[in-house]
């Protein structure tokens, strides 16, 4: 069975740090699109970045120079470095497949909260 | 940047026809996704590629798109239908994928 299981969420402060992971299963991270996708609480979903089975990387403007996407073959693993934190970053932060860059979302994680405040 | 606007709700009685919009600049152009979110939970596709539906998704969902509209249809609705709903999109000029604001659908 498919799956994607988030984690590394958690409270952190204005300014800090955090990495997020996917593990997936049953099929590859690298022969796929892979995107993360948060909703901010009692808001909408926003795309925030993905990474390309080329692996050419892409980020949603308010996310561009403080996160990076990225994977690890050999764990089977995404990844979402996020730095420079700001309140508004607090969601939930769901990791989400494609098969191609036009295909839609077939398989999400459950998802991990964010929390950013002092 | 490209914009997909949806109302902010939608009602409907049991039993009756519910149609969900998503607005777009020639979006009938572009390939649309539709994904259901229930409180609590992560969304699930429901449409893909603008009237295709998943394996388990009922037949009384369908969506259609054409010109500055895409449409999400979901017939005989049921009390468990009420949801959220997202259109979906990839923006090839900025290469980044868009959501629309969603829809809370209520069942009267």
């Known amino acids: 069975e498919v799956q994607l299981v988030e984690s590394g969420g958690g409270l952190i402060q204005p300014g800090g740090s955090l990495r997020l992971s996917c593990a997936a299963s049953e099929f590859t991270v690298s022969g796929n699109y892979m995107s993360w996708v948060r909703q901010a609480p009692g808001k909408g979903l926003e795309w925030v970045s993905v990474?390309?089975?080329?692996?050419?990387?892409f980020y949603a403007d308010s996310v561009k120079g403080r996160f990076t996407i990225s994977r690890d073959n050999s764990k089977n693993t995404l990844y979402l470095q996020m730095n420079s934190l700001r309140a508004e970053d607090t969601a939930v932060y769901y990791c989400a497949r494609s098969t191609a860059v036009v295909a839609a979302f077939d398989y999400w994680g459950q998802g991990t909260l964010v929390t950013v405040s002092s | 940047s490209y914009v997909l606007t949806q109302p902010p709700s939608v009602s409907v009685a049991p039993g009756k026809t519910a149609r969900i919009t998503c607005g777009g600049n020639n979006i009938g152009s572009k390939s649309v996704h539709w994904y259901q979110q229930k409180p609590g939970q992560a969304p699930v596709l429901v449409i893909y590629y603008d009237s295709d539906r998943p394996s388990g998704i009922p037949e009384r969902f369908s969506g259609s798109n054409s010109g500055n509209t895409a449409t999400l249809t979901i017939s005989r609705v049921e009390a468990g239908d009420e949801a959220d709903y997202y259109c979906?999109?990839?923006?090839?000029?900025?290469?980044?994928?868009?959501f629309g604001g969603g829809t809370k659908l209520t069942v009267l």
């Open positions: 979906q999109v990839w923006d090839s000029s900025s290469d980044h994928q868009v």
């Open positions: 990474i390309y089975s080329g692996g050419n990387t």
